[in-house]
């Protein structure tokens, strides 16, 4: 099942909050959290989770780095 962003509406004393929450594409979005009672709205997060960064030069560069040395020795 997807997993749903909400967000809090923030009021006079309270401040936005996420949570999240697993629906059924069928389900209704939810209008309060269940369990606080709080007024929510869905946040559209486009469905993926996409992590900021890149994970693909993390796996392009060998794991452990053969040179030692400062930069610019030219050994590599
Ligand atoms: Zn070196």
Known sequence: MPT???ETIPGAKKKARRFE???S???DPLSTDP?????VKR???GGMEIPRGSSSSATDRPAAPSCVHSGG????
């Open 35 to 39: 369990e606080t009672g709080d007024p």
């Open 21 to 23: 929450v697993y629906q």
């Open 4 to 6: 749903y962003v909400y």
């Open 43 to 45: 946040v559209i997060s």
């Open 25 to 27: 594409i069928k389900d």
């Open 73 to 76: 020795c030219g050994c590599r």
